[in-house]
């Protein structure tokens, strides 16, 4: 690790606003902390969100960022990378941003293996907008908008990225902070799309999956000799179900990913200097149009 990059520089004067103990605050650490491992600078990082509690995050990181859309998270950052593929893009957001609203980006972004690194902060709920069921809340589950619980099957979001063709895909808990770090340093190091799938409890809307409820059912697959490049072994995994899930890297491969296939033959990025290149003239003129 270059010993120019320290946490320090990614920490912002803006502090969340997020509620007390709530898990995002264990994310951006660890973001925080992964960033530092790999020793990227913060002007080479750009961080994208869509809506929602954790969507907040790049106000709260000092880097390059956008707020988007609710759901539209992926297209934005896809534009980011294919208009400068020297950034390190990461996503953040939740499930019901991610897996819901933003369900059929996620999937696709996964089948053309964009490298980009999209950190999703699961807490089962739709946290924001005061605790409604979210596509990974469990069948049964109570709430305001199920009052007699869940009738849905959840979505299980590490089995979906592995058969929609994502390259990496990893498990962390906001209880295990130093944990997570590893996992998310491994993540953006990563060539290719890197889902982490994040339990980051809302303690405020949902009184099921709260850190006890995790604590009591996760393991490390690194204490089962899990090999991640095992296909069937790491589905098996990633099924497992409630009682006892998986913490830490499910599944790794290598493709080529879709930023190097369509700068195949090109000069960029090597030889890009940051020019739009337009004239001056041309540039104004789009402006106008723009305006």
């Not at 956008?66 to 593929?85: D, E, M, Q, W």
Request: proline share 6%.
């Amino acid at each position: 690790m270059p010993a120019s990059i320290t946490e320090a520089q990614f920490r912002s004067e803006t502090k969340p606003d997020w509620c007390p103990s709530c898990g995002d605050f264990a994310v951006l650490s660890g973001l925080i902390k992964g960033l530092t491992q790999t020793g990227i600078a913060p002007k080479d990082v750009a961080v994208v969100s869509g809506i929602g509690c954790s969507s907040n995050l790049p106000g709260f990181i000092r880097t390059y960022g956008f707020h988007s859309l609710h759901g539209r998270s992926i297209p934005v950052a896809t534009g980011v990378k294919l208009a400068n593929p020297n950034l390190h893009v990461v996503v953040t957001g939740g499930d019901g941003d991610g897996y819901g609203i933003g369900i059929g980006h996620f999937i696709h972004a996964m089948r053309r293996n964009l490298n980009i690194t999209y950190i999703v902060m699961n807490n089962e709920v739709y946290g924001l907008t005061t605790g409604q069921i979210s596509p990974t809340s469990e069948k049964g589950h109570v709430t305001k908008t199920t009052p007699q619980g869940s009738l849905e099957e959840p979505i299980n979001p590490v089995v979906l990225a592995i058969a929609a063709g994502a390259t990496f895909v990893a498990r962390a808990f906001s209880g295990d902070p130093n944990h997570m770090a590893k996992i998310i340093g491994q993540g953006i190091s990563h060539k290719g799309f890197s889902l982490i799938d994040v339990f980051s409890p809302c303690v405020t809307f949902n009184k099921l999956n709260t850190y006890d409820y995790f604590r009591k059912r996760v393991f490390k697959l690194e204490d089962e000799s899990h090999d991640p490049a095992n296909f069937n072994s790491a589905m098996e995994k990633a099924s497992m179900g409630n009682e006892k899930i998986p913490l830490g890297v499910l599944w790794k491969t290598e493709r080529p990913t879709l930023d190097a296939e369509k700068l195949k033959g090109s000069t960029f990025p090597a030889e890009w200097n940051g020019s739009s290149g337009l004239t001056d003239q041309q540039f104004e003129s789009l402006l106008a149009e723009l305006k």
